[in-house]
């Protein structure tokens, strides 16, 4: 697909194959609606008319929708400001997405420019990949695929959003665990309780949606904390 040509109907969309695990949507950014859909009943369970785009925001879980909408909308604005640069930017990420029976699914997202007018990202297309059967360590993951530096200064900006996610404290309590030391340990070394550490490695954890050390080792070098 050449998101170079404007495109005034879905063709290629209706002759693409998916399975069961597949689904395919077109947003449009502009008047921010979902104006193609394939694949979605088999995959979700939701049919034509629930298919808006307001059942596909409610659709994320909650502990996943801040920092995935986050990343989405820089995705698009970055889109927009590097209109014709790189026609094969995406943007992957992992979540959990939920299905019409009240299940959630883990997926990977695609999202890639589908169609320009006036030079303008008019639409993008959203292809998502049921991977349930992957073990993730962390439910939200993300990578960006541009041209250096555009990737860069992309990552940049998602990595703003984590700045204040933590506390100072946190952050030395983090540097320390990263260490490998114990809470005893950490405690000596910031001159606080090791209760105090237990009470900021439960914060910590819970903001990171880590169940262990390795977990959030991997949160925080994902996106550049610590």
Known sequence: MNPKVSRTNFD????LELSSKECVYVVDVVQ???TYHKGVYNMLGFDEQETTITQFLKGYHTDDFEIVN???KNVISYYQNNSGKDDDNALYM???RKRRNGSFLTVLSKTSIYEVYNETIRSVLIKLTDISFVKMLQHVSWS???KEPDNEVFKSKIYEYFEGIFTEREIDVIRLIKD?????LIGEKL?????TVTS???SIFKKSDSHNAGQLISFCMERGIG
């Not at 001159?191 to 209760?195: K, L, N, R, T, V």
């Open 12 to 15: 290629s969309l209706e002759k």
């Open 32 to 34: 921010y609606k979902i």
């Open 70 to 72: 986050r990343i989405s």
């Open 94 to 96: 992992t979540y959990r």
């Open 144 to 146: 960006f695929e541009a």
């Open 180 to 184: 490998g030391l114990t809470n005893k």
């Open 191 to 195: 001159c606080i309780s090791e209760h």
């Open 200 to 202: 900021h490695r439960k």
